[in-house]
């Protein structure tokens, strides 16, 4: 499993945007003999496949049809060399990724070729019920399926960050919960006064503390986001992009 996301990411210091899963793939050029690229897209491809299964339910998909949509898909795509093509022309893995399930839905699901569920690559367990019962827990949601990935796609970027961030405050989760809180929400001094007594630091202290968290998980997000893109400019075109689904 590729972990060279981030030089720092986990260790409490800034993360520096260095060598990405993506930008490891397109180095590699269609090199299907590259284990680096070939473990950087497996380890896209499985911290991804929710919102491409979301995908193929909105586009109406049945939940086993679904299943093997995607699952087919993911070995399809790392078995072939397709990588050849520049690098601007492949863009962000997050358009890349949803282009190319659209073309296979076309050329093999529909022609009844993508039977077998991961084939040789079962590199994401989508058995059982998780998939679905992830997929029928959401509320209703009028948006196009397109407009449905994009949303789930950016969900996985902040839920990675924040589980990245709670894993930094392990041994300490309680004042993990009131920094999380702290930072989400408006609060007046005498929330500062409480938490800061409980934990036995001054409102000052705890003020920096929480700008700390704040930042943290920001440059987190970054690191996250780095991993589905090639250079830094696109980390900040997709945080735009986050900002303008969610506000």
Avoid at 223 to 247: M, N, P, W, Y
């Amino acid at each position: 499993m590729a972990q060279d996301h981030s030089r720092s990411v986990g260790s409490g210091q800034s993360p520096v945007f260095a060598t990405t899963h993506w930008s490891v793939v397109l180095a590699a050029g269609g090199d299907s003999q590259s284990p680096r690229a070939s473990a950087a897209l497996e380890e896209l491809c499985r911290t991804y496949w929710y919102p491409l299964y979301a995908f193929a339910r909105r586009e109406g998909y049945r939940e086993e049809e679904a299943k093997d949509l995607t699952q087919g898909f993911f070995a399809h795509l790392l078995s072939r060399d397709d990588f050849r093509r520049p690098k601007k022309e492949l863009g962000k893995f997050r358009a890349f990724l949803l282009t190319s399930f659209k073309h296979y839905t076309i050329s093999e699901w529909r022609k009844g070729k993508a039977g077998i569920r991961g084939g040789q690559h079962e590199i994401i367990s989508l058995d059982g019920l998780e998939a679905e019962e992830r997929y029928r827990r959401e509320p209703a949601d009028p948006r196009t399926p397109e407009r449905l990935y994009e949303r789930k796609w950016m969900m996985e970027f902040l839920t990675q960050a924040e589980r990245l961030h709670c894993a930094e405050y392990s041994s300490e989760p309680l004042l993990y919960e009131q920094l999380k809180e702290l930072q989400i929400r408006d609060s007046q001094n005498s929330s500062y006064s409480e938490v800061a007594e409980r934990f036995g630091l001054t409102i000052t202290a705890l003020k920096t503390r929480v700008k700390r968290f704040r930042d943290r998980y920001q440059e987190l997000l970054r690191a996250v986001i780095g991993q589905t893109v090639a250079t830094g400019q696109d980390v900040d075109d997709e945080l735009r992009h986050l900002l303008k689904l969610f506000g």
